[in-house]
């Protein structure tokens, strides 16, 4: 357009250009301002850039998968239900602040990020223990009142190298049958086996 207006419309041309000159901000002001004269003038995106910011990013793409740990996280600290990546303000929200981003299904936050998670983590936690020169176990078994379901909680205690007590729930699982000594001895003994204890 521009070479339109030089080539058909010289008046015109020069006159837009005149105006032009007198909005755009001098070098001596801009060097007062503190800014540079690259960062007032917008580079307009090619039709690939402005195309390529519409895509989505591939689900198994590095920068998809980070946040996909962060959402499973989240899922997990907070003791939400998976469910939450199908609800309306959640995406909407993720929608806005990362128009890249789609939201995995739960399905395979369940089935993949969870599990790769857990398995990361159990190293780690397996890892400390094993640094650790003395572990000390607690053990909890309750009932809930709402549906009659027993439940054991088995969380290990330590001192790492740094001298700094550390932590790890390392079960949390139903308990079925009678609470006797033999059957709680022996499901404490099936949890602390994996993690060498």
Partial sequence: MKNHL?????????????????????????????????????????????????????????????????????????????????RTGFTRLLEQALPRYKLPSRTYIAQKIVPEMYDRIYEKIKHNISSAFAISVTSDIWTCLHNNASFLSFTAHWISPEFKLEHGVLAMKPFSGSHTGENIAMELNNIANPWDI
Avoid: C
Wanted: a negative charge; hydrophobic letters at 35%.
């Fill in 6 to 86: 030089k080539s058909k419309h010289p008046d015109e041309f020069s006159a837009l250009n005149k105006d032009r000159k007198a909005v755009e901000p001098t070098t001596v002001s801009l060097a007062i301002a503190g800014t540079s004269s690259s960062s007032v003038a917008k580079k307009q995106l090619t039709m690939t850039e402005s195309y390529e910011r519409k895509l989505l990013w591939d689900i198994n793409d590095t920068k998809a998968t980070k946040y996909h740990y962060l959402v499973a996280e989240m899922i997990a600290l907070d003791n939400e239900p998976f469910s939450i990546v199908e």
